[in-house]
C-alpha cells in the first residue's frame, strides 16, 4: 500500500539479511512500542534512534495501559466540589473483582446521586475466577468486547433505563476515561459533564462526547 501510494522513494520489507544496513543511516525513526525498542536493543545498538509515539503499527502492553487523556478537556483542582463525589466513585472502585482494571461510576444530578456502579462480572461477579475470562487470551488493549465484564458507565445507563430514570441533563464522574463503546453510550443518554481522574489508552470516544455536547472535566485529587 505504501509503495502503491508513492509516499517514499524506496520500500523495503525489514528481514534479518538487510537490518544490519540501517546502521548507514544518520537518524531512524521507529514507532514507541516494545517491538521497535527489542529490535533496536538487538540490532541497532549504537545507532541514532528516535522513537515517535505518534503512531504505532499495533497497540502493544505499554500503549495500551497508558493513560491518555482528550485535548480540550477542563481540568479541576482538588480543591473542587468535584472531588468530594470523585473520592466516592474511587471508594466504588475498589468493590469490583476485575483484575484489569477497577472502575466506579456515579450517576449526578444536581450534586445528588442518583445511581453508582463499578465494573464486575457477569452472571456472578466471581465468573472470572470460577470459569476464566475469555479476555485473558488476549494482551492488554486487545479484544476488550471478549470480556465477560461488564462496565460501571454502561450499567449506569442500562439500569437508568430499567428504572425510567432520565439521564439527559445528568452528569457523570467515572475513575477511568470511558472506552470508546461506554463513551458513546454516554453521548447517547444526553449527559451534560462527564468526570474522569484517570487516562485510558483508547480516548477516540472523546470526538463522540465533544459532537454530542459533553463536557469533559478531569479532577486532579492525588490519591485519589
Given at each position: 500500500m505504501v509503495r502503491a501510494l508513492g509516499i517514499f522513494a524506496d520500500v523495503q520489507i525489514l528481514t534479518l539479511s538487510n537490518v544490519l544496513g540501517l546502521r548507514q543511516y544518520r537518524e531512524l525513526v521507529l514507532p514507541d512500542e516494545d517491538v521497535s525498542r527489542a529490535l533496536t536493543q538487538e540490532y541497532l545498538r549504537g545507532c541514532?534512534?528516535?522513537?515517535?509515539?505518534?503512531?504505532?503499527?499495533?497497540?502493544?502492553?505499554?500503549?495500551?495501559?497508558?493513560?491518555r487523556t482528550p485535548a480540550g478537556e477542563i481540568q479541576l483542582s482538588r480543591e473542587e466540589f468535584a472531588v468530594e463525589l470523585m473520592e466516592g466513585a474511587s471508594n466504588l472502585a475498589e468493590r469490583s473483582p476485575d483484575w484489569w482494571r477497577q472502575i466506579g461510576a456515579l450517576l449526578v444530578r444536581d450534586g445528588e446521586i442518583i445511581l453508582s456502579a463499578y465494573n464486575r462480572h457477569y452472571p456472578s461477579e466471581q465468573m472470572a475466577y470460577i470459569l476464566g475470562d475469555p479476555r485473558s487470551n488476549f494482551e492488554a488493549g486487545e479484544h476488550i468486547e471478549m470480556s465477560v465484564s461488564g462496565h460501571a458507565e454502561a450499567a449506569l445507563v442500562a439500569i437508568a433505563a430499567r428504572k425510567g430514570i432520565k439521564t439527559e441533563g445528568c452528569d457523570m464522574f467515572v475513575t477511568t476515561f470511558p472506552c470508546v463503546p461506554c463513551a458513546t453510550s454516554c453521548a447517547l443518554s444526553g449527559l451534560r459533564r462527564l468526570y474522569y481522574v484517570k487516562g485510558y489508552s483508547l480516548i477516540h470516544g472523546a470526538d463522540t462526547l465533544r459532537a454530542s455536547g459533553v463536557e469533559m472535566f478531569r479532577v486532579i485529587a492525588p490519591g485519589v
Open positions: 541514532n534512534v528516535r522513537f515517535d509515539g505518534r503512531w504505532r503499527l499495533r497497540w502493544h502492553k505499554d500503549a495500551a495501559l497508558e493513560g
